[in-house]
């Protein structure tokens, strides 16, 4: 049994504790915001926040989560209110959908500690978008910013923030590049 808060709630899980976090959110928990993708680090598709930050689920299994506070998709507002959801919608980000979810959760929580990233920061977010739709993205953090920065001037940004468990270094690896179209 494994034990831990997703999205507010208690959960205990059965299962092998070695089953990657990804598929205890997905299948057990039917959390399906958290997307699959490489399963192999590269992609940043499963990013959730645990104790903070942004963290590959496919890349941590339920027992290294053991007492964690995970925040999904799902649980990073009530409503869709958050300002990078509602960026989201505003500038039309979508495409398939399919890198939306781990993009915003490695966005909040680089957020909660600098509501307005620096371009170098976004350069090197560790997320992929098969789409192409690196620009909308970027003009959506920049909407997202113009809202976060005067709400964070209000309360004291949250000591831990920013990727970690990225299992292949690719924090310091350019994936998105500010003037991509
Ligand atoms: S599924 Fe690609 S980094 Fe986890
Ligand atoms: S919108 Fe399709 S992968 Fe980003």
């Known amino acids: 049994m494994t034990s831990m808060t997703v999205n507010g709630e208690a959960v205990r899980y059965r299962l092998d504790p070695q089953t990657p976090l990804l598929f205890a959110l997905r299948d057990a928990s039917n959390l399906t915001g958290t997307k699959h993708g490489c399963y192999s680090g590269d992609c940043g598709t499963c990013t959730v926040i645990v104790d903070g930050r942004a963290t590959l689920s496919c890349q941590i299994t339920i027992a290294e989560a053991e007492g964690a506070d995970v925040t999904t998709i799902e649980g990073l507002?009530?409503?869709?209110?958050?300002?990078?959801?509602?960026?989201?919608?505003?500038?039309?980000?979508?495409?398939?959908?399919?890198?939306?979810?781990?993009?915003?959760?490695?966005?909040?929580?680089?957020?909660?500690?600098?509501?307005?990233?620096?371009?170098?920061?976004?350069?090197?977010?560790?997320?992929?978008?098969?789409?192409?739709?690196?620009?909308?993205?970027?003009?959506?953090?920049?909407?997202?910013?113009?809202?976060?920065?005067?709400?964070?001037?209000?309360?004291?940004?949250?000591?831990?923030?920013?990727?970690?468990?990225?299992?292949?270094?690719?924090?310091?690896?350019?994936?998105?590049?500010?003037?991509?179209?």
């Open 77 to 181: 507002s009530a409503d869709r209110a958050h300002p990078l959801q509602q960026a989201w919608a505003m500038e039309q980000v979508s495409q398939c959908g399919r890198c939306d979810p781990g993009f915003i959760m490695t966005l909040a929580a680089l957020m909660r500690a600098t509501p307005s990233p620096t371009t170098e920061q976004l350069a090197t977010l560790p997320n992929i978008c098969r789409c192409g739709a690196t620009l909308r993205i970027l003009k959506a953090v920049r909407r997202a910013a113009e809202v976060a920065a005067p709400l964070s001037s209000q309360a004291p940004a949250r000591s831990q923030h920013g990727p970690s468990r990225f299992s292949n270094g690719s924090s310091s690896e350019s994936q998105i590049q500010p003037n991509d179209s």
